[in-house]
């Protein structure tokens, strides 16, 4: 922690901020008087439906909202449910006011673009909602895409959500079990694919695995096949399949009539990562998706009317869903699909700028691999209308941070934000009218009761424990798929403290009201019974020159755990003893005893979740012996075989 925050915000750019006006108009209304964003915060959660009242109305939600705010449930929290006797539609939000401002730019890996109006989004979703009725889908079907990062996938999203259709989406990363794991659960009615897709400079067939997933999906109706990067089988190898531009081929665009339904009708279907298991299929509803972001869009971002909003994601990733929704702020989406890396570490700064990017999002991994690799968008592009970048995925290190602001933009907002697949958006996040501090994340998500526990939950004023929420909030889970009592649900955020979501994140408060992320709950370490979180090694572990990335987990080791760290190394380094004496010392001294691992072994690749994610729980039960419940999860499930057996673990 440092005295001195890394940017601060001028009081122009504070008083230009869409929060700032916020604060500004419901100090008025309420007749307080907000000194700062804690302030806010504070008053948000004290006042949760007050709050939220006028947060519907300020960020101006389209829709029947009702009498009643808050309806609590028979536990507080499980069960309650925010605006119970509304009515609204999330695709009505986001089409609203068609006309020829730009909504879309679209670019894949080869360097084609294409541009949509709001207009022209308009009627793409109107000829899809047409033949979405046509093959059988109404209200509460489920449609589900197998697709890239492009504009049919939006297209095809709003279209399922104006009918009051359940939409889930994978990127076609996923292999055939992967897919049928996932949306064999949930039964679609339309399959929407893919042929192929372009990455890291080749061209990746999807129809044979379209094949295989079709005959697990019981009650399929139509398949759905986008034309993209051409397919090797063809077409002729699935079963009632139709081209897209047949499929909508006898519609024309009309007037879109909106299915209004009630703030928790299901509206996305996301699944977790499904390392420990087969996925989970949590339900998120039209009304908590759509105020929740619009809420952190317009708040905490402040995207405004023409923004240019990118995040580098795939459709099996959160974070599509939540660069979606920023069409309802009136925002314009960057898409890109494809490798970040190809031809060159560039490729998404020259796009980006080029477009006049407002908000660059991306991972916590991709913002370390530039660092890793020298690379300096700042000195070589025009990012002028950079007003805010914001990284998720994994905690960022504070080293990432001074890259960011020595190596971006210096007058940038950076926020770290966090919340997951579990809420479709942030527990905590950034905000523009506050300071950012190094290796911190800026503070809670306004209307969010945020706290930090320890094992006893009790509250912790300052330090280390898991992360809570202690009220409601609109963007819970509405269920879970194929819950009918709801005890997978309930098991999964609310029985560790009785009454409220324990989200299991391992985090700590500091004196400035931020959070750092240490890891999830389960994958930290306990060397003699001491919590350590794996985001403490790694900080100081990618500050040593012959390191590119590294891995710790805990081993069961006569009667206690020792900590494991695995490692790759840069072209042209060895693991030697020296090399292990610095990694060492560069712990000890930038951690603590504690942390420094008992063994330390190169390995050649680390085992990560379709998002990007690296799991340590995978590479744990390997060496231990245990069965992977589902290596369909990761992107590369081949390298679990490095950590098997290895002969290091099997001596002190």
């Not at 122009?12 to 108009?25: I, K, R």
């Not at 389209?62 to 069960?79: A, N, Y």
């Not at 390392?275 to 619009?294: D, F, N, R, S, Y």
Request: aromatic share 10%.
């Amino acid at each position: 922690m440092t005295d001195t925050p890394l940017w601060s915000p001028s009081k122009e750019q504070v008083e230009s901020t869409v929060l700032f006006g916020f604060m500004q108009a419901l100090g008025a209304k309420a007749g307080v008087v907000f000194d700062d964003y804690q302030s806010l915060w504070r008053w948000s959660v004290e006042h949760s439906e007050a709050f939220w009242d006028f947060a519907w109305d300020f960020c101006g939600i389209i829709g029947d909202r009702g009498q009643t705010i808050l309806e609590k449930g028979p536990e507080g929290m499980f069960g309650a449910r925010f605006f119970p006797d509304s009515r609204v539609n999330y695709a009505e939000n986001l089409l609203q006011g068609a006309d020829d401002s730009l909504a879309i730019v679209f670019r894949d890996e080869t360097g084609r673009e294409c541009t949509l109006s709001r207009q022209d989004l308009y009627d793409a979703v109107s000829r899809w909602q047409q033949a979405l009725v046509a093959a059988g889908v109404g209200e509460g079907d489920r449609v589900a895409a197998y697709m890239p990062n492009m504009p049919e996938t939006i297209i095809a999203a709003l279209a399922a959500s104006s009918l009051g259709a359940v939409w889930a989406s994978a990127s076609p990363d996923f292999g055939a079990q992967g897919l049928i794991d996932r949306f064999g659960q949930i039964e679609p009615t339309v399959l929407i694919a893919v042929d192929g897709y372009y990455y890291n400079g080749k061209i990746v067939d999807c129809l044979d695995k379209v094949r295989d997933v079709q005959p697990a999906l019981k009650g399929l109706k139509k398949t759905v096949i986008v034309p993209f990067a051409g397919s090797v089988s063809g077409i002729k190898v699935l079963e009632n399949a139709v081209w897209a531009e047949d499929f909508i081929g006898a519609y024309t665009a009309q007037e879109i009539t909106y299915n209004r339904v009630a703030f928790h009708h299901p509206l996305f279907i996301m699944f977790s990562s499904g390392t420990t298991g087969v996925p989970k299929c949590i339900v998120h509803g039209h009304g908590g998706t759509l105020i929740q972001h619009l809420k952190e869009h317009q708040l905490q971002c402040d995207i405004k009317p023409g923004d240019k909003v990118f995040y580098f994601t795939t459709c099996g990733w959160m974070m599509w869903n939540w660069l979606v929704s920023a069409l309802a702020s009136r925002a314009t989406l960057l898409l890109f699909d494809g490798s970040p890396f190809y031809p060159n570490g560039s490729v998404l700064w020259d796009y980006t700028s080029r477009h006049g990017c407002s908000l660059f999002g991306t991972s916590a991994k991709y913002i370390d691999a530039l660092k890793t690799h020298g690379i300096a968008p700042g000195k070589a592009y025009d990012l002028s209308a950079l007003r805010t970048v914001t990284s998720t995925g994994s905690p960022l290190v504070h080293e990432s941070f001074d890259y960011v602001y020595r190596d971006i933009k210096a007058d940038v907002h950076l926020a770290s934000i966090s919340g997951g697949t579990d809420i479709v958006s942030c527990f905590m996040l950034g905000n523009p009218v506050s300071p950012v501090w190094r290796g911190e994340i800026q503070g809670a998500g306004l209307g969010m009761s945020l706290d930090v526990l320890d094992d006893d939950g009790k509250s912790i004023p300052q330090g280390s424990g898991e992360l809570v929420c202690t009220r409601p909030f609109p963007c819970m889970p509405v269920m879970f798929w194929n819950d009918p009592d709801g005890a997978r649900y309930h098991g999964a955020y609310f029985e560790k403290f009785d009454g409220i979501w324990c989200h299991g994140d391992w985090v700590e408060k500091t004196a400035h009201g931020g959070f750092i992320i240490y890891g999830r709950s389960d994958a930290t370490l306990n060397p003699g019974g001491v919590r350590i979180g794996t985001a403490e090694i790694y900080r100081q572990v990618e500050q040593v020159e012959a390191v590119q990335e590294s891995i710790a987990v805990g081993q069961d080791w006569d009667g206690d755990v020792r900590v494991i760290l695995f490692v790759i190394l840069k072209k042209g380094w060895e693991l030697d003893d020296n090399l292990i004496k610095e990694i060492k010392t560069k712990i000890r001294n930038g951690a603590s005893p504690r942390h420094v691992p008992a063994k330390i072994i190169q390995i050649s690749d680390i085992p990560r979740t379709k998002s990007g994610k690296i799991t340590e729980l995978a590479v744990r039960d390997v060496i231990h012996g245990r069965k992977i419940k589902n290596v369909e999860a990761l992107a590369n499930p081949e390298c679990l075989e490095l950590y098997r057996d290895l002969q290091e673990l099997k001596a002190g």
